[in-house]
């Protein structure tokens, strides 16, 4: 079956633009997770949703980051006014449910601003 | 913030021999996984170690857990060259819904 998809797999920016990353988590998985890693980094937790709602945005940057998930299936994480800090590879990841699911992770977006 | 800590950073062995890899954590937690990720793809989840579990094997892997030393092992036994990638151990916290990864093992089998 179809695992978490997620689009663009790579996006370059220019500083101060704003960028939309898309993930498509797996059919009747109800969590879905954002991380982001850097290289030679483990995934940083950024954004957890179950259902629509965001239950942990404990990780997110500051306040150019947000992400939705109207519908509960698609999300979108949005960056507002890239920085070149910003640079890395954004991962998306779906579950079952919370817990002890494990996550079922997309080959992430690599993201580069200049 | 990272929760788990792997050792080694880096671990080069030879195709046949057994590779163990360590993490320590510093919370309480529900359970731990390992996950694996080639270079330039998704993380791909391995095993699943629930708190009141001291030993789990999947084929040629076996993952200790030690809730009072807050450390787990993963062993690859009989490695092999399609085993290189970096290994990650995840803690589900107490009381929070995230997994919460450490900084990895890269793991290089020379054939």
């Known amino acids: 079956g179809a695992g978490v998809s997620q689009t663009p797999s790579n996006k370059v920016t220019e500083k101060g633009k704003y960028v939309e990353l898309r993930c498509d988590p797996i059919?009747?998985?109800?969590?879905l997770y954002w991380y982001r890693q850097s290289l030679g980094q483990g995934p940083e937790f950024l954004i957890y949703?179950?259902?629509?709602?965001?239950?942990?945005d404990s990780g997110l940057p500051n306040d150019r980051f947000f992400a939705v998930r109207p519908e509960g299936s698609v999300s979108t994480l949005k960056i507002q006014r890239t920085e070149r800090g910003d640079s890395a590879v954004y991962l998306c990841?779906?579950?079952?449910?919370?817990?002890?699911?494990?996550?079922?992770f997309g080959n992430g977006t690599r993201l580069t601003v200049t | 913030s990272q929760q788990g800590e792997e050792d080694p950073q880096a671990l080069s062995i030879q195709e046949g021999e057994n590779a163990t890899m360590n993490c320590s954590y510093k919370t309480s937690i529900n359970n731990l996984q390992w996950y694996r990720q080639n270079s330039g793809r998704g993380l791909v989840h391995l095993i699943l170690?629930?708190?009141?579990?001291r030993e789990k094997h999947s084929g040629r892997l076996r993952v200790t857990l030690d809730t009072s030393k807050k450390s787990s092992s993963l062993l690859i036994t009989a490695s092999r060259a399609a085993d290189t990638a970096s290994y990650f151990c995840a803690t589900d916290l107490q009381g929070a819904q995230k997994l919460v990864f450490g900084q990895g093992t890269r793991l290089t089998i020379n054939p």
């Open positions: 949703f179950q259902g629509t709602g965001a239950a942990d």
């Open positions: 170690i629930r708190s009141n579990e």
């Open positions: 990841a779906s579950s079952l449910n919370t817990g002890l699911s494990p996550l079922h």
């Open positions: 059919s009747g998985h109800t969590a």
